[in-house]
């Protein structure tokens, strides 16, 4: 039996703008551009890029809070890009997200513990006794004292509501978790405490997650895979360690390059990443990376790279490594 959890195939999601006065066709936002990876159980895929490069997009499509374009998506082998709302409803107890910005993910009228007993009530799960103990051992798995259970979220701290949130996305006893730049919000030793929680509920429960970040560094020890998007497309997806040693595509270099290194003996070469990421909305032709690659050539601008299988795990979308 395979021990694929979440199967993305093809995923696309496109936005349409309006006509202007100059143009008259429709511009396209290609958010999610022809997507495709897996995750297996209990393993944690990590999804980097600039902000706008579509990866929170995609995270909000495999859990259909936006519908795809186009694509597939399946959970547990079900294919859930065509299920109905009351099937996905259902199916929603499998897939839970932890959002970027944990005061606003949270009603800020409920108390924590109508926060974590609202999914127990909707799915209707377990007696009352047993919702009620259900929320007392995710306060206590997230390392909230019980005492917190009738306060407000406004009375905590960022890092506290971001465990309010992990236990709120924990207490429907999830496969997958969305992991939404969970910790970009937070000062940098309390993003510390969430990402040693994190690791500890991939240990301890097997749960499966897809671990959404701009840097690099934040997901380099919580992944066993790291994709890399740029505008919509994976340009490189790799075993974790294997990225991180042996970084092929350009963006990625540039990515791991401007990741702080506390040794100053160590010699690593800067790679620069020149200028911003391009609109989605007029995308560069050829290899969308090209205007900001130092390595670009003529054939860059015109002819697009496809995400190419180069050694056993390693994908990458550029001209400079062709398929092996
Ligand atoms: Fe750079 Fe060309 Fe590779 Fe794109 S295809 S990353 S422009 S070398």
């Known amino acids: ?14 936005f349409y703008a309006g006509k202007s006065l100059f143009k008259r066709a429709r511009s396209v936002c290609k958010a999610v551009d022809n997507v495709s990876f897996k995750i297996h159980q209990g393993k944690t895929l990590g999804l980097v890029g600039e902000s706008g490069c579509g990866k929170s997009t995609l995270g909000r499509c495999i859990l259909r809070l936006i519908e795809p374009s186009a694509g597939e998506i399946t ?6 890009t065509r299920m109905d709302a009351r099937t996905l409803k259902a199916m929603r107890k499998e897939m ?13 009228r409920m108390t924590i513990h109508d ?7 909707i799915h209707n799960i377990g007696t009352i006794a047993q919702r009620e103990e259900k929320i007392a051992e995710v306060m206590h798995t997230v390392g909230l004292r019980p005492q917190a259970l009738n306060r407000y979220p406004h009375e905590f701290s960022g890092g506290q509501r971001q465990r309010v949130g992990i236990a709120r996305a924990l207490v429907l006893e999830p496969k997958l978790i969305i992991a939404d730049e969970p910790v970009s919000a937070l000062d940098v030793s309390v993003q510390a405490q969430v990402l040693n929680l994190i690791a500890e509920l991939q240990e301890s429960r097997g749960i499966s997650f897809l671990f959404i970040a701009h840097d690099l560094a934040v997901v380099q020890h919580t992944c066993d895979e790291v994709g890399v998007m740029y505008l919509g497309k994976i340009v490189e997806r790799a075993p974790a360690e294997v990225l991180y040693r042996q970084p092929k595509h350009p963006y990625t270099q540039a990515l791991l390059s401007a990741i702080p290194v506390p040794d100053p003996t160590h010699n690593t070469e800067h790679v620069p990443l020149i200028g911003d990421i391009p609109s989605p909305l007029n995308p560069p032709s050829g290899c969308a990376f090209h205007p900001r690659c130092q390595y670009a050539t003529e054939r860059c601008s015109r002819e697009a790279p496809t995400l190419t299988q180069t050694q056993d795990e390693h994908w990458i979308a550029c001209h400079l490594h062709p398929a092996s």
């Open 1 to 14: 039996m395979s021990d694929i959890l979440l199967e993305v195939k093809g995923l696309k999601k496109h």
């Open 75 to 80: 959970i547990s082998g079900q294919d859930i």
């Open 96 to 108: 839970q997200m932890i959002f970027q910005d944990p005061f606003a993910s949270l009603s800020p």
């Open 115 to 121: 926060i974590l007993r609202e999914p127990l009530d």
